[in-house]
């Protein structure tokens, strides 16, 4: 078993063979998508603390900043960004529920310490989420891409098989170690309207936390998210209504038949990007068509989406 020496213990429940969920902000994570959808599990299914990754080994400070807090007004405490565990029992299914920022260090050390968890346990599967730009309509149901590389787990839950080849993020390299330790492993990726990437997406959320439910057996706890759900379309509709050429980006996106995607190009506004925190999308040479959103198509597009991050 893997050296857990970057493991901060806050308790060591038992646990019976949990699934190990897990989510990172940044890269992997368009629109705050996989992030929401973790954080929401994490509060909904009423999670409680397991233990923290010492962040000092993994993280680059200067890029992923502390934070200074104040207490009575008068102390101050600083709150660094590290990757936490919960552990949750939900619809008789046992969770290990991972979030925090992409580490920019030493990633196969990093992921050794969830991976040696995950073994403590005896995990029966390792999960990730996350969340990519694509040219969709935000009115649409949200599209869930799962991938894994067991034919096991495919069969069990139709999946598609990951022939990725080309640079990767936490994920990817996450995945793999569980992949070596032979342990089950799946990765799901919601697709979001690349002209609001801006704006969290609460659908996508939502998308993703049903997807998993369906793979691991847990609760689904979308009531919150789907309460929000009115008000990101309305914000979406606010800013088509300001932007004529997007409006008409939009309505021809919509109206879109087989022969029209191949002329997709001239109208990606995946390029457009503003939100510093969905670095998913910053060098993408644009974003995945809607056309992709069905069987291997999609996966190819995923695929070419994942390569295109580190271009620069």
């Known amino acids: 078993m893997?050296?857990?020496?970057?493991?901060?213990?806050?308790?060591?429940?038992?646990?019976?063979?949990?699934?190990?969920?897990?989510?990172?902000?940044?890269?992997?994570d368009a629109a705050d998508a996989a992030s929401t959808a973790l954080r929401t599990l994490i509060e909904r299914l009423g999670a409680a603390p397991l233990a923290e990754i010492d962040p000092e080994e993994f993280t680059d400070f200067a890029t992923i900043r502390p934070h200074v807090r104040l207490a009575d007004g008068s102390t101050r405490s600083i709150v660094w960004p590290t990757v936490s565990m919960w552990s949750v029992t939900s619809n008789?299914?046992?969770?290990?529920?991972?979030?925090?920022?992409?580490?920019?260090?030493?990633?196969?050390?990093?992921?050794?310490?969830?991976?040696?968890?995950?073994?403590?346990?005896?995990?029966?599967?390792?999960?990730?989420?996350?969340?990519?730009?694509?040219?969709?309509?935000?009115?649409?149901?949200?599209?869930?891409?799962?991938?894994?590389?067991d034919q096991e787990m495919i069969d069990a839950h139709d999946l598609q098989r990951s022939?990725?080849?080309?640079?990767?993020?936490?994920?990817?390299?996450?995945?793999?170690?569980?992949?070596?330790?032979?342990?089950?492993?799946?990765?799901?990726?919601?697709?979001?309207?690349?002209?609001?990437?801006?704006l969290p997406s609460p659908k996508a959320a939502a998308a993703l936390i049903e997807r998993l439910s369906e793979i691991v057996g847990c609760d689904a706890p979308t009531t919150s998210l789907d309460a929000q759900l009115d008000r990101y379309e309305e914000a979406i509709d606010?800013?088509?209504?300001?932007?004529?050429?997007?409006?008409?980006?939009?309505?021809?996106?919509?109206?879109?038949?087989?022969?029209?995607?191949?002329?997709?190009?001239?109208?990606?506004?995946?390029?457009?990007?503003?939100?510093?925190?969905?670095?998913?999308s910053d060098s993408a040479d644009g974003p995945i068509t809607e056309e992709s959103l069905d069987s291997e198509a999609f996966l190819e597009e995923v695929e070419q989406f994942l390569r295109s991050q580190h271009d620069d």
């Open 163 to 198: 022939r990725y080849e080309g640079p990767t993020g936490i994920v990817g390299v996450l995945n793999d170690a569980a992949h070596r330790a032979e342990l089950s492993t799946a990765s799901l990726w919601a697709a979001v309207p690349a002209y609001a990437a801006q």
């Open 238 to 280: 606010q800013i088509i209504e300001s932007d004529p050429s997007m409006a008409s980006y939009l309505e021809r996106l919509e109206n879109m038949d087989d022969d029209e995607y191949e002329e997709e190009d001239e109208y990606s506004f995946g390029d457009d990007e503003s939100d510093d925190e969905v670095e998913a």
């Open 2 to 28: 893997a050296d857990l020496e970057h493991v901060r213990w806050i308790r060591r429940p038992e646990l019976r063979r949990p699934h190990v969920i897990a989510a990172f902000t940044g890269w992997n």
């Open 92 to 149: 008789d299914h046992d969770l290990i529920l991972v979030l925090g920022p992409e580490p920019a260090l030493r990633w196969k050390l990093f992921c050794q310490q969830i991976i040696g968890v995950a073994l403590m346990y005896k995990a029966r599967s390792v999960i990730s989420l996350g969340a990519l730009l694509a040219d969709v309509p935000h009115r649409q149901p949200t599209q869930v891409l799962g991938t894994a590389v």
